[in-house]
Every structure is written in structure tokens, then in C-alpha cells.
């Protein structure tokens, strides 16, 4: 046994209720001599423990412990090594007592009780409604995934490597699937993962509390202390509402585990002062070493897979290490030895991640990484302190160069290492964008330095802050290293809160600790409580003394007086995240009308500000994984012009449009502003008003049926009907110009009667969902371009109103009957037209090649080309080929077109048979069993794709039909090229 140590343990056995003054006094003695003032232990246990030979007079004046080791073996109650074979099982003291005074426990509950309050009571019934709601937009990202891993076999390791990308790679992993398990305990339902999201919050914030309690106590060693910080955590507004009953995001569950991180640092200096006095060998037979290690271990790893913004909080432990060598080498000790549980965390946590990586696929690798890193950065730091140690250098060139060389290996890491353009994009990108508050800084100028802060945290930041830069102090001025990871993560935290305000959260754990000792400093300050010791003086007050009637009162409204803003801003911040009534009202009706018509994903997904899309959807489809989409595009959607092409982009992402409130600003006949009064002259052509709740007005994305008509007496024609919506009828008004030929055609989106240009037009549901004309003339077909009343830049139809753009293409005055279009493949001459396939057609025109063999190859020539492909070609030899875009039929083939010469050629379908025509006259047929053709929405003339292929001649009286042609038809078509006009 060492020498010594008995006589300490004798010096316990006596006087065991010491064993905390002893504690207090190794980390006093760490610092060199001492005098009887500066330690907690009265007269009578001081002139024993002098009796004993535990404390004997230094040198150089006041007094030191006599052996070190001896008291912390003592304290530990290690095992001697006869004895620690015997003993290898038992498992080991840490130091934890459960004898805590009634009143302390009373003060602790009533603390975390206020704390539970702000979290609930302000939300509750936002959150516990007909169907759960969680607050915000993000949590439903986190319940989306938690629901997918349902369909998984829970508790079943196998199932870990089977998960989706979203949850193993890409998303919040060891979070997900940790709340994924607690939902299977209830249940495994959807209901139970929305209660499981929920709850988990308050349940998160309960267990900071009381961490953030526990390390104060270590580091104060008074209960005021103690208590004060779990009051300024429960009152600071950014915690209260990152940890609201409902705020199922990431948030709650990071700020859990930096707690605890720092809770076993603190737990560890203060167990561990005075032991870094010897070899690592001696240190390595420590089981508490062992535990530290293990439990930080654990910690970091969780940590890692826990967010996908995990490398931001590993790099304030690797600052933690960093600081804690150059404490010890400014000691004169082992910076190994003092960061030995640090690195061996660290390197636990990496192989625990990399083991998940290997074994389930977890992460991507610049996440795995990450920890690694961390251990190489840090061993190399920490090696360095060693090697300056052994050459006797200073500690100012010391610590200043190791500040260079690691500023250069993390640099150097971060420009080469694999996967870590990713994390240093992702880091750049916190300077840039400040599309929400918390995208901005802390300080930032257009606020003022002291609105932000008072938002987010109240007065404690204020209140903290003097004290978080005591604290700096003191760790610089006496290298305490209990106080180095509060100060090192208050520190980091506030750096980047003053970037980003969204890293204000993790600071509120630390302006919590602080800002507990400004709060008895205050108290003090006003006579309302017994002095506030230093950094290094300390009394321990271990148990709450509650105070008198008066003086009750007094701290009370001391409290208030410091947490009167935070508590005011809590719930202005929480009622923010709040779903409203008419958001939750609209969703649940969306979702409705949306199972009344049985729609399904995407007819059934809802684009809308990015900031609540993941609600919406979530409640409609339950697809709430992403919201870039929107983020990227609904503003611009709001401030275009053209409706109608934002349809076509739209239409197979979404069925439905949600608007909010102005969000543009962009002057003139925007989406905007149509969507903010409902239907606006001109009215949509395809987004329908549905709904509208309060501020929201819903549209539903439809085809719309399209009214075509003949007039030649207006300039202007107005569709004009009253739908009614959610009760109230309004006037829907849409208006079109007739072509050349007179005619019209007019999207509408509401089934129903119309008044149009003196006649009335009744609509049908299904012709709005389908996309069905409504012809109110004679004219035979789907589209006729005569190509002789245009401009060279539009193609006027004389039957349906789909007017085409001519591009590249010249008019040239001898057409077959008036003037045609000439294409040349030099200028890639194109007519492209808007139209959908019929499940039966026929296509036909007048040609007149200029030439057909014009390059090397045995090329082809474009007559008409789909958005899905080929339709009618004629090749380099004249022969004409036909297909079938969308189906896997091969070619019809047959015919010649001659070159200079006019020729009509068509090609019908009547939904399983084919034939060319060439001049009326039927050249090849064919008979094929595959489903309807697409078109892909878009038909192009003469040219399209490689414009190698592009038709070098005249092409006129093009005409499309929504049925196959019969011989005598196209014979008679052949003659005479149209109908009288």
C-alpha cells in the first residue's frame, strides 16, 4: 500500500462526512503551496490532518499535501496490487451519494418543475389537439423518418444496415433510431411516433437540467449555485422553445449529450486533481480512468451519429484537449497524462463510429471521419506539450507555436482529408444566408448588439457573460482544469451564436452555469444571501437552507426582476412555432378532399413557403423528408408572370398550391397577386381556389378544359361563371383574343356554366381533370396550321387554338395554298406546339424537300418529333418512317417523297393499326398490340433534338386529328389542302 495512505483512511474513518473537504483540498494543493485560510477544513480536522503527516510545511513557505496519490487512492479506494486480482470485479467508486437533504431535493424538484412549465404550458394545447401537431416545420422531417422505420423489425440489429439512406447516411441516425425504438415501446404506430416526438423534448430538457445542475455543483460546490443555474436554464427563451413539449427536432437531443460531455469532464478534474502527479502506467491501473474513458467514449460516439451537424460540436472537445495539455504543461505536469481520458474518449468514440460505419453502412465517411480527426489533432497537440516539456521551453513559445501547428494540421485535415469538402462547405456556409432569425448573428448590426440577445436568452446572457470571461480568466491565471470545458464550450458556443443565432441553443447550457453564479452574486450583492465565493476560494454550501418569509419574497422578485424578459419572450417565441389554427385546419381539409377524390402522391402533395411545406405535406401524404424544392423556387413561382409554364413544371411534383401571405413584393400580374385575391382578371387557367381558411387559399393544379370557339366580331372574349368556395361565391373571369382565323380557345379550371361571347358553355368536372376541349364549332380536327397569317414567329391554329412557335423558320410566299414555313438545317428551323396524344390520330402535311441527302451518313429528316421521340421522319432515300413515342413498337416504313416536288403525306393510328399515306394513297400498314403513345405534352415541326436532323425544304397546311383518317379522307385532304375559312 503507498505510504500514507493508511493514515488518510484512518483520517476518514474518523471524519468521513471530510470526504469532500479532501476532495476540495487535492484540487488546491495542484496548485502549489497553500495556507490554512484558503481550504475548507476547519482548525480541528487541519491540525489533525498535520498530526497525521497528511499536510507537512513546504519549503517555500504555507504547506503541501505529503503524498498526492495517497489521499486520491485513498479517496477512490483503489486496490493495492496484491490485492486487485481479488478485487478485479467490483465494481468501482465513483463517488456518488445519495444522501441528499430532503429540502435540497424539494428545491431541485420546484426548479425543474419551472423549468418543465415554460415547456408545456404555453404549447400544450397546439400540440394535443385532434391529431398531434408538432411545432414547427423541421420536427416533421424527424417524424417522417421515424415512421418509415417502423415498417422495420424493431430491436433487431439486423435491421440497422437495412434502414433508409435518408435515416443511415444522410439524416440524424443515432437520434432517429433512437426515438424510432421508444415509439415501438409505444406502439409502433404513427400515433406513437407523434407521441414519442412530442414528449421527448420536455423529457430531454428534464435530463439537462439536471446535468447542468450536477456540474455546477462540482465546479461550485454550492447548492445555490446549483439551483440558480437550473432557474436560468428553465427561463432562457431559446432553450424554451428548442425543448418545447412538440419541437421533435434534432435540437433536444445534441444539447442532452454536450451536457453530459461536460458533466463527465467536470466529474473526472474534480475526481481526478492530483493524480497526474505520476507515469501513465500508474494512471492506466485507475478503474475510475477507465469508466471516464468509456463513458466519454460513449457520449462522443452518440454525439457523432446523433446530428448530421455533428463535426461542429466535436470541435470544442478537441479545443478541450488542446487547452487541457497546456494547463498541465503550465503546471509542470504530464499534458499525456492530464489529457489521457480525453484521447482515450475520443479514440473509443471513433472506433465506435467506424465500427457502425463497417457493420451497418451508418454515415457518410466525412461524418465517420470526423472523430478520428479529432484524436489525430488532438494526440498531436497533446505530443507536442509532451516534447516542449522534455526540452524545458517556455510556456509562452510553447503554447504559441502549438496554437500555429495545430491551426496548420486542422487546415491542412481539412483541405485534404476524405469527404471534408462537404464539412467545410457546410461550415463556410453558416457565414452566408440569413433567409430566417436564426440564420442571423447574435450581434448582429441591424438589430443592435443587445435586441438579439435579449430575444433569444432574456438577461442571462448579460448576466452570464461577465462571469463566462472570469472564468477564462481564471483558468489562464491558476490552470484550474475543472473550469477548462465550461469555459472552452461557452466560449465556442458563443463565437458561433454570434454567426448563427441557431448555436445559441448549446450556449444556453453554459450561460445557465454562469449565469447561476451571477444570479447568488446578485443575490449577495443585496444582502439576500451569504457571500458568493471566487474561482478558487471556496465554502461548500451542500445543502438549500430556505430562506425566511421576507427574504423569500425578496429572491423572488430578484428572480423575476432577471428572468422578466426571458419569460415574456419564452412564450412569444414558442406561439411563433406554434402550428395556427387555420394552417392545421387547412391541412386536415386538404387531406380530406384529397382522400374524397382518392388522390395519391404526388397528385395529393402540396407546394408552398418552404417554411411550413414539411407541416402540409406531412398531414396530406406523410412525404415531409424535404423541403429544398420549395425552398428553392416558391418565392420565384410567386413573382413570375407565367402561370402556365410554372404548371407544367409543377404538375407532376404537386396537386395542390398553398398560399399564405405576400412574399414576392415583385410589382405587376404576378403569380402573387392572382393568388392573393383569389381569381383576378385574368383568372388561372389551371389552378383552381378550392378552399380558404382564415389567410390560406388553396388551389388545386388541374388540366382544365379548354373552350374553342369561332368569333370574328371581338377583338377580346371573357369566360366568365361563379364557383363557390368554402361557402362564398365569387366571380371567375378569363379572357382570350381571337386568332386570325377567329378562333379561340380558353383554359378554364372551374367545371360549370360559362358565359362566353353571348353563348353559354357548360363545363364538366371531368373535362376540367382530364384536360378535355370543349368545341363550340364546325371545324373538323385537333389543329390545323395554315402558316398563311403569321408573322414568322407564331403559327395561328384555325381549329383549336393551339397556337405553335415558329423558330428559325422563314415564310415563303409559294405555298401550297398561300404561304408555308422553310426550314434549313443550317439555322435548326423548328415549329413547336403544346399538344398531348390522342389515343388515336392522325398526322398529315404538304412537303417539299430542298434536299435529302445532305451529309455523310444515312441520315434521317424530322416531319414531326414528340417530347418522347421520333413521330414522322423521311429518310435521305425519300422513304418515310412512323413511330409509335411512349410504346415499344418498331418503325412503319413505306413510300417515297421526291425531292422539289410537293407531296401530302399522313400517318394515322387508330389504336392498333398504322398506315403511311403518301398523296392519298395508303403505302405500308401495320398492326401493333402496345399501349397508347405519349407525346410528352409537346409536338415539334421539321426539327427538334440533334439538328443534324432538322428538314431542309418547305412544309405547309399541317393538321392534327383526335382520330384515324380513313383512305377517302386523306384522299380527298390530298386534293384539296383545307376547308373553305
Not at 136 to 151: C, I, S, T
Not at 539 to 544: D, G, H
Not at 630 to 637: A, I, K, L, P, T
Amino acid at each position: 500500500m503507498e505510504t500514507g495512505r493508511d493514515e488518510v483512511e484512518s483520517f476518514l474513518e474518523a471524519n468521513p462526512e471530510l470526504e469532500a473537504e479532501l476532495e476540495a483540498l487535492l484540487t488546491i494543493d495542484a496548485r502549489g503551496p497553500w495556507e490554512f485560510d484558503d481550504i475548507p477544513l476547519d482548525s480541528g480536522a487541519f491540525g489533525e490532518c498535520v498530526s497525521r503527516g497528511i499536510a507537512v510545511e513546504h519549503d517555500d513557505g504555507g504547506y503541501r499535501l505529503a503524498n498526492p496519490d495517497a489521499v486520491r487512492a485513498a479517496l477512490d479506494h483503489d486496490v493495492d496490487s496484491a490485492a486487485e486480482s481479488e478485487q478485479s470485479s467490483r465494481i468501482p467508486d465513483v463517488n456518488v451519494t445519495l444522501d441528499v437533504p430532503r429540502e435540497t431535493v424539494l428545491a431541485l424538484l420546484g426548479a425543474l418543475s419551472l423549468l418543465v412549465a415554460f415547456r408545456v404550458v404555453f404549447v400544450y394545447q397546439g400540440v394535443f389537439r385532434e391529431v398531434i401537431t408538432l411545432l414547427g416545420n423541421d420536427p416533421y422531417k424527424r417524424l417522417y423518418w421515424v415512421e418509415q422505420l417502423q415498417a422495420f423489425p424493431a430491436f433487431d440489429p439486423g435491421a440497422l444496415g437495412s434502414i433508409p439512406e435518408g435515416v443511415r447516411l444522410t439524416g440524424d441516425t443515432m437520434m432517429l433510431v433512437t426515438l424510432w425504438w421508444v415509439s415501438e415501446l409505444f406502439g409502433g404506430t404513427p400515433a406513437a411516433a407523434r407521441v414519442t416526438l412530442a414528449i421527448y423534448p420536455v423529457v430531454a430538457a428534464v435530463v439537462t437540467g439536471l446535468f447542468v445542475y450536477a456540474t455546477t455543483k462540482l465546479l461550485t460546490d454550492d447548492i445555490r449555485i446549483a439551483l440558480a443555474s437550473v432557474l436560468m436554464l428553465a427561463v432562457t427563451p431559446i432553450n424554451g422553445y428548442r425543448m418545447a413539449l412538440g419541437f421533435g427536432d434534432h435540437h433536444a437531443f445534441d444539447y442532452v449529450w454536450i451536457a453530459l460531455t461536460v458533466l463527465l469532464v467536470v466529474w473526472w478534474e474534480r475526481s481526478a486533481d492530483g493524480m497526474a502527479t505520476g507515469p501513465i502506467r500508474n494512471r492506466l491501473r485507475s478503474r475510475r480512468l477507465w469508466v471516464a474513458i468509456a463513458a466519454l467514449g460513449g457520449t462522443l460516439a452518440v454525439q457523432t451519429m446523433s446530428w448530421v451537424g455533428s463535426p461542429m460540436v466535436l470541435v470544442p472537445f478537441g479545443l478541450l484537449m488542446f487547452v487541457r495539455g497546456a494547463v498541465a504543461f503550465r503546471q509542470s505536469r504530464s499534458p499525456a497524462v492530464a489529457a489521457l481520458p480525453y484521447l482515450g474518449g475520443i479514440g473509443v468514440a471513433s472506433t465506435i463510429v467506424g465500427t457502425m460505419h463497417l457493420a451497418f453502412g451508418w454515415l457518410p465517411v466525412s461524418r465517420v471521419i470526423v472523430p478520428l480527426a479529432v484524436f489525430v489533432l488532438g494526440a498531436g497537440a497533446v505530443g507536442y506539450f509532451e516534447a516542449c516539456r522534455s526540452l524545458s521551453l517556455s510556456a509562452t513559445v510553447t503554447v504559441a507555436s502549438s496554437v500555429v501547428f495545430s491551426v496548420v494540421g486542422t487546415v491542412g485535415f481539412a483541405l485534404v482529408g476524405p469527404g471534408m469538402d462537404a464539412v467545410v462547405e457546410r461550415a463556410v456556409g453558416l457565414f452566408r444566408g440569413k433567409q430566417i432569425a436564426e440564420s442571423a448573428g447574435l450581434f448582429s448590426a441591424e438589430s443592435g448588439l443587445v435586441v438579439q440577445p435579449i430575444l433569444f436568452f432574456g438577461f442571462v446572457l448579460f448576466l452570464a457573460l461577465p462571469f463566462i470571461v472570469l472564468g477564462a480568466w481564471h483558468v489562464f491565471e491558476n490552470n484550474d482544469p475543472r473550469w477548462t470545458a465550461p469555459v472552452v464550450y461557452a466560449v465556442y458556443f458563443l463565437f458561433w451564436a454570434g454567426v448563427k443565432v441557431r448555436f445559441g441553443g448549446p450556449l444556453t447550457i453554459f450561460t445557465a452555469i454562469f449565469g447561476g453564479i451571477g444570479f447568488v452574486k446578485a443575490a449577495a450583492w443585496v444582502d439576500l444571501a451569504r457571500p458568493v465565493t471566487s474561482f478558487t476560494e471556496k465554502t461548500p454550501i451542500a445543502r438549500f437552507e430556505r430562506p425566511e418569509g421576507g427574504q423569500l419574497v425578496s429572491l423572488f422578485l430578484l428572480f423575476l426582476l432577471v428572468g422578466s424578459l426571458g419569460m415574456v419572450q419564452l412564450p412569444i417565441k414558442q406561439s411563433q412555432l406554434v402550428v395556427s389554427e387555420d394552417t392545421y385546419e387547412t391541412a386536415q381539409w386538404i387531406d380530406g378532399y384529397s382522400d374524397e377524390r382518392n388522390l395519391e402522391y404526388p397528385e395529393n402533395g402540396v407546394f408552398t413557403g418552404w417554411s411550413s411545406t414539411r407541416i402540409y405535406n406531412y398531414f396530406v401524404n406523410g412525404h415531409a423528408d424535404s423541403y429544398w424544392f420549395e425552398q428553392q423556387y416558391f418565392e420565384s413561382f410567386l413573382g413570375s408572370t407565367t402561370p402556365d409554364a410554372w404548371y407544367e413544371r409543377l404538375r407532376d411534383r404537386y396537386g395542390f398550391v398553398v398560399y399564405s401571405r405576400p412574399m414576392n413584393g415583385s410589382s405587376g400580374p404576378t403569380v402573387e397577386r392572382q393568388l392573393e385575391t383569389g381569381d383576378s382578371t385574368p383568372g388561372f387557367a389551371q389552378y383552381r381556389l378550392v378552399h380558404t381558411s382564415g389567410p390560406k387559399r388553396v388551389f388545386q393544379l388541374v388540366e382544365g378544359a379548354t373552350i374553342v370557339g369561332i368569333d370574328r366580331t371581338s377583338d377580346t372574349v371573357t369566360a366568365e361563371t361563379s364557383p363557390t368556395v368554402s361557402g362564398k361565391s365569387h366571380t371567375y373571369e378569363r379572357n382570350a383574343a381571337p386568332n386570325p382565323y377567329g378562333t379561340y380557345a380558353v383554359t378554364v379550371p372551374y367545371p360549370g356554366s360559362y358565359s362566353i361571347a353571348g353563348d353559354q358553355v357548360d363545363v364538366a368536372a371531368s373535362a376540367v381533370e382530364n384536360g378535355t376541349r370543349v368545341v363550340r364549332h364546325a371545324r373538323d380536327g385537333l389543329a390545323h396550321w395554315p402558316f398563311d397569317a403569321t408573322d414568322g414567329t407564331v403559327a395561328y391554329d384555325r381549329v383549336g387554338g393551339i397556337q405553335g412557335d415558329i423558330s428559325n423558320a422563314t415564310v415563303a410566299e409559294n405555298g401550297v395554298n398561300g404561304t408555308a414555313l422553310e426550314f434549313t438545317r443550317e439555322n435548326d428551323s423548328q415549329v413547336r406546339a403544346a399538344v398531348e396524344s390522342p389515343p388515336e390520330f392522325t398526322v398529315s402535311m404538304w412537303l417539299k424537300p430542298q434536299a435529302l441527302d445532305t451529309t455523310e451518313a444515312n441520315d434521317y429528316r424530322i416531319l414531326a418529333r414528340s417530347g418522347r421521340g421520333l413521330v414522322l421522319n423521311v429518310e435521305e432515300s425519300g422513304r418515310l418512317t412512323f413511330r409509335l413515342p411512349g410504346t415499344d413498337a418498331k418503325a412503319l416504313g413505306g413510300g417515297s417523297v421526291p425531292v422539289g416536288n410537293w407531296t401530302h403525306v399522313a400517318a394515322t393510328y387508330d389504336g392498333s393499326q398504322r398506315t403511311l399515306y403518301v398523296d392519298g394513297a395508303a403505302v405500308a400498314t401495320d398492326t401493333v398490340d402496345v399501349g397508347p403513345p405519349s407525346w410528352g405534352g409537346q409536338l415539334t415541326f421539321g426539327g427538334g433534338g440533334d439538328p443534324t436532323h432538322t428538314f431542309d425544304g418547305t412544309i405547309d397546311e399541317i393538321r392534327l386529328y383526335e382520330r384515324a383518317l380513313n383512305d377517302t379522307e386523306l384522299s380527298a385532304q390530298a386534293v384539296q389542302s383545307r376547308n373553305d375559312q
